[in-house]
């Protein structure tokens, strides 16, 4: 857990949707500190699973957080360690330096 991106998530972000904030809050509990910024890589279904939530509702969700610049692509090859096949997307948290 980043606890940086917790309370980034809990004290800073504002104008998103419930279903948004949980996502973003499991983001936050999934991210770890790489390249000097925190990313996470948690599939879609992992997310949609422990949120009780559909897996389309995850990927509307991402995009949306990802519209309002909460999220960015992160560095992909942090993920490449799953083998073939699909990979989770790496989501960089824009968790500002100093939280």
């Excluded at 004290?11 to 809050?25: H, K, M, Q």
């Excluded at 897996?55 to 992160?74: D, H, P, S």
Aim: net charge positive; hydrophobic share 40%; aromatic share 6%.
């Amino acid at each position: 857990m980043s606890i940086p991106a917790v309370r980034w998530v809990s004290d800073v972000v504002t104008g998103v949707s419930p279903t948004e904030r949980a996502v973003l809050y499991f983001l936050a509990d999934k991210a770890r500190e790489h390249g000097g910024v925190q990313q996470a890589w948690p599939s879609a279904g992992l997310i949609a699973d422990r949120l009780g939530i559909e897996r389309r509702t995850v990927y509307r969700c991402l995009k949306a957080l990802e519209a309002k610049a909460l999220i960015l692509r992160g560095n992909q090859s942090l993920s490449k360690s799953r083998g073939r096949g699909r990979r989770p997307v790496v989501w960089m948290l824009s968790v500002p330096e100093n939280d």
